[in-house]
T-cell receptor, first 112, second 115 residues
Framework: DVKVTQSSRYLVKRTGEKVFLECVQD?????MFWYRQDPGLGLRLIYF???????EKGDIPEGYSVSREKKERFSLILESASTNQTSMYLC???????????FGPGTRLLVL | AQSVTQLDSQVPVFEEAPVELRCNYS??????LFWYVQYPNQGLQLLLK??????LVKGINGFEAEFNKSQTSFHLRKPSVHISDTAEYFC?????????????FGGGTRVLVKP
């Protein structure tokens, strides 16, 4: 079974803290994505990576950065967390042809 | 850039009645189309997908969707809903000409099935 795992299911952080969200996939996929999910807005793409050390901005990259040092791991970084970054964060990793998308269970982040 | 519109944010429906959830997207050139369901406090689950071939796609739990290239639509239907179909439904499009096979999602449709 393909698995996409995320380091935490729930996180509570304070404004200004640096936050790391980690995602790991075990199927040697090239592409990995970070989305955030908010009520009424669906899932919006923050960043994606199509290879090690390669990254591209998605639709809402402001306030975020990413790191992909190894193929299986894609990290989302909030340099200085703000309350408007309270959200559900989902990692995804599609099969290399794009026919199947695999999602992690999500991390629910609360920034106080 | 690809955009996806789910025309109804909420759809109340009585048990055993049919339901249709509408989805339109901006570009029909080389796309894969998906419908996902998210039950309360759970992750995303794939309902069905269109990659190629027959425009009528059947998925899990009695759902089906029809790809209409001329209208750039991918509406989801179920002829008779159950209480357990209460969930949020997301339409998503993968533009094969865009880098990375990224998905663009609609805003979601909440389905509330009433007894």
């Amino acid at each position: 079974d393909v698995k996409v795992t995320q380091s935490s299911r729930y996180l509570v952080k304070r404004t200004g803290e640096k936050v790391f969200l980690e995602c790991v996939q075990d199927m040697d996929h090239e592409n990995m994505f970070w989305y955030r999910q908010d009520p009424g807005l669906g899932l919006r793409l923050i960043y994606f990576s199509y290879d090690v050390k390669m990254k591209e901005k998605g639709d809402i990259p402001e306030g975020y950065s990413v790191s992909r040092e190894k193929k299986e791991r894609f990290s989302l970084i909030l340099e200085s967390a703000s309350t408007n970054q309270t959200s559900m964060y989902l990692c995804a990793s599609p099969s290399n042809g794009g026919e199947t998308q695999y999602f992690g269970p999500g991390t629910r982040l609360l920034v106080l | 850039a690809q955009s996806v519109t789910q025309l109804d944010s909420q759809v109340p429906v009585f048990e055993e009645a049919p339901v249709e959830l509408r989805c339109n997207y901006s570009s029909s050139v080389s796309v894969y189309l998906f419908w996902y369901v998210q039950y309360p406090n759970q992750g995303l689950q794939l309902l069905l997908k269109y990659l190629s071939g027959s425009t009528l796609v059947k998925g899990i739990n009695g759902f089906e969707a029809e790809f209409n290239k001329s209208q750039t639509s991918f509406h989801l239907r179920k002829p008779s809903v159950h209480i357990s179909d209460t969930a949020e439904y997301f339409c998503a499009v993968s533009d094969l000409k865009a880098a990375g096979n990224k998905l663009t999602f609609g805003g979601g449709t909440r389905v509330l099935v009433k007894p």
